[in-house]
Nanobody
Framework: QVQLVESGGGLVQAGGSLRLSCAASGRTFSNYAMGWFRQAPGKEREFVAAINWSGGITHYADCVKGRFTISRDNAKNTVYLQMNSLKPEDTAVYYC???????????????????WGQGTQVTVSS
Protein backbone atom coordinates (compact mmCIF):
# COMPACT_ATOMS: atom_id res chain seq x y z
CA GLN A 1 0.00 0.00 0.00
CA VAL A 2 1.47 3.31 -1.09
CA GLN A 3 1.41 6.14 1.41
CA LEU A 4 2.27 9.76 0.70
CA VAL A 5 2.58 12.17 3.61
CA GLU A 6 2.98 15.89 3.00
CA SER A 7 4.40 18.36 5.47
CA GLY A 8 5.73 21.90 5.55
CA GLY A 9 2.61 23.93 4.93
CA GLY A 10 1.67 26.96 6.99
CA LEU A 11 0.94 30.65 7.06
CA VAL A 12 3.40 33.02 5.40
CA GLN A 13 3.36 36.64 4.29
CA ALA A 14 3.41 37.54 0.63
CA GLY A 15 6.96 37.43 -0.68
CA GLY A 16 7.95 34.73 1.77
CA SER A 17 9.02 31.14 1.24
CA LEU A 18 7.98 27.66 2.27
CA ARG A 19 9.33 24.21 1.49
CA LEU A 20 6.89 21.34 1.23
CA SER A 21 7.98 17.74 1.66
CA CYS A 22 6.25 14.54 0.66
CA ALA A 23 7.51 11.27 2.12
CA ALA A 24 6.56 8.15 0.19
CA SER A 25 6.39 4.50 1.14
CA GLY A 26 4.97 1.29 -0.26
CA ARG A 27 6.67 0.82 -3.63
CA THR A 28 10.00 1.64 -5.22
CA PHE A 29 9.98 5.42 -5.07
CA SER A 30 12.79 5.91 -7.57
CA ASN A 31 10.78 4.21 -10.33
CA TYR A 32 7.99 6.79 -10.43
CA ALA A 33 7.46 10.38 -11.45
CA MET A 34 6.01 12.61 -8.74
CA GLY A 35 3.79 15.64 -8.95
CA TRP A 36 2.45 18.49 -6.87
CA PHE A 37 -1.08 19.80 -7.32
CA ARG A 38 -3.09 22.37 -5.43
CA GLN A 39 -6.71 23.20 -4.82
CA ALA A 40 -8.01 26.55 -3.66
CA PRO A 41 -11.48 26.95 -2.14
CA GLY A 42 -14.15 26.81 -4.81
CA LYS A 43 -11.68 25.95 -7.55
CA GLU A 44 -10.63 22.82 -9.42
CA ARG A 45 -7.46 20.98 -8.47
CA GLU A 46 -4.64 22.28 -10.65
CA PHE A 47 -1.22 21.09 -11.66
CA VAL A 48 1.75 22.83 -10.04
CA ALA A 49 4.91 20.87 -10.85
CA ALA A 50 6.18 17.40 -11.67
CA ILE A 51 9.50 15.59 -11.76
CA ASN A 52 10.56 12.40 -13.48
CA TRP A 53 11.96 9.35 -11.71
CA SER A 54 15.58 10.52 -11.76
CA GLY A 55 15.00 14.20 -11.11
CA GLY A 56 16.47 15.09 -14.46
CA ILE A 57 13.24 16.35 -16.02
CA THR A 58 10.84 18.81 -14.44
CA HIS A 59 7.78 20.68 -15.57
CA TYR A 60 5.96 23.64 -14.02
CA ALA A 61 2.69 25.43 -14.39
CA ASP A 62 3.21 28.85 -15.93
CA CYS A 63 1.88 30.57 -12.82
CA VAL A 64 4.68 29.18 -10.62
CA LYS A 65 7.55 29.03 -13.12
CA GLY A 66 10.58 30.86 -11.80
CA ARG A 67 9.24 30.90 -8.23
CA PHE A 68 8.78 27.22 -7.34
CA THR A 69 11.30 24.39 -7.61
CA ILE A 70 10.50 20.70 -7.45
CA SER A 71 13.20 18.24 -6.46
CA ARG A 72 13.53 14.73 -5.11
CA ASP A 73 15.85 12.65 -2.99
CA ASN A 74 15.44 9.02 -3.97
CA ALA A 75 17.59 7.86 -1.06
CA LYS A 76 15.06 9.43 1.31
CA ASN A 77 11.94 8.55 -0.73
CA THR A 78 10.98 12.21 -0.59
CA VAL A 79 9.92 14.87 -3.06
CA TYR A 80 10.10 18.57 -2.27
CA LEU A 81 8.50 21.77 -3.46
CA GLN A 82 10.46 24.91 -2.67
CA MET A 83 8.13 27.89 -2.97
CA ASN A 84 9.61 31.38 -3.11
CA SER A 85 8.09 34.81 -3.72
CA LEU A 86 4.74 33.52 -2.55
CA LYS A 87 1.60 35.39 -3.52
CA PRO A 88 -1.87 35.40 -1.94
CA GLU A 89 -3.15 33.54 -5.00
CA ASP A 90 -0.86 30.62 -4.09
CA THR A 91 -3.12 29.94 -1.10
CA ALA A 92 -4.45 26.40 -1.43
CA VAL A 93 -4.21 22.87 -0.15
CA TYR A 94 -1.16 21.30 -1.77
CA TYR A 95 -1.12 17.61 -2.64
CA CYS A 96 1.67 15.36 -3.77
CA UNK A 97 0.92 12.46 -6.06
CA UNK A 98 2.71 9.48 -7.58
CA UNK A 99 2.53 8.42 -11.23
CA UNK A 100 0.52 5.28 -11.88
CA UNK A 101 3.27 3.44 -13.82
CA UNK A 102 7.06 3.64 -14.08
CA UNK A 103 7.96 5.63 -17.21
CA UNK A 104 10.17 8.43 -18.44
CA UNK A 105 7.61 11.16 -18.98
CA UNK A 106 6.56 13.90 -16.57
CA UNK A 107 2.76 13.69 -16.19
CA UNK A 108 0.80 16.90 -15.88
CA UNK A 109 -2.77 15.64 -15.55
CA UNK A 110 -4.28 14.43 -12.30
CA UNK A 111 -5.72 11.27 -13.85
CA UNK A 112 -2.18 10.09 -14.59
CA UNK A 113 -1.51 9.75 -10.87
CA UNK A 114 -2.94 6.97 -8.78
CA UNK A 115 -1.76 7.75 -5.26
CA TRP A 116 -2.30 11.01 -3.42
CA GLY A 117 -1.33 12.46 -0.09
CA GLN A 118 -3.77 13.99 2.35
CA GLY A 119 -2.72 17.53 1.52
CA THR A 120 -1.09 20.38 3.41
CA GLN A 121 -2.53 23.87 3.73
CA VAL A 122 -0.54 26.84 2.46
CA THR A 123 -1.90 30.28 3.29
CA VAL A 124 -0.26 33.42 1.98
CA SER A 125 -1.36 36.67 3.57
CA SER A 126 -1.19 39.99 1.77
Amino acid sequence: QVQLVESGGGLVQAGGSLRLSCAASGRTFSNYAMGWFRQAPGKEREFVAAINWSGGITHYADCVKGRFTISRDNAKNTVYLQMNSLKPEDTAVYYCAQDYIPRGVVPQFSDEYDYWGQGTQVTVSS
